[in-house]
């Protein structure tokens, strides 16, 4: 079992920063891809971007060059950076592990097999 807690939401003025962060608990952590995905009510998650266990990245064409993951093991935690930051992004941002080890994360939210509660992220204009 893994537990995540997604935190550093809040609300911004378009153009802002903001940086999330995604705790987790629970079993090995270091081993596992973990993707952010953000969901606006009443529509598919979709991705922002993925870090691996070897910290490979990659990211939606949407928030490319915007946006960074980073992840320290050794604290369990999981880190998006969000940059330039657009009202139309306005939503709930979640983070989720990977089903297997050693192994990049995909950009579909079928193949994550654990999910935080997700963190609002408003941005006004």
């Known amino acids: 079992q893994v537990q995540l807690v997604e935190s550093g939401g809040g609300l911004v003025q378009a153009g802002d920063s903001l940086r999330l962060s995604c705790a987790a608990s629970?079993?090995?952590?270091?081993?596992?891809?973990v993707g952010w995905f953000r969901q606006v009510p009443g529509r598919a998650r979709d991705f922002v971007g993925q870090i691996s266990w070897t910290l490979r990245t990659y990211y939606s064409d949407s928030v490319k060059g915007r946006f960074t993951i980073s992840r320290d093991n050794a604290k369990k935690t999981v880190y998006l950076q969000m940059n330039s930051l657009k009202p139309e992004e306005t939503t709930v941002y979640y983070c989720?592990?990977?089903?297997?080890?050693?192994?990049?994360?995909?950009?579909?939210?079928?193949?994550?097999?654990?999910w935080g509660q997700g963190t609002q992220v408003t941005v006004s204009s």
């Open positions: 989720a592990v990977f089903m297997s080890p050693y192994s990049d994360g995909t950009a579909s939210p079928n193949n994550y097999e654990y």
């Open positions: 629970g079993r090995t952590f270091g081993t596992y891809a």
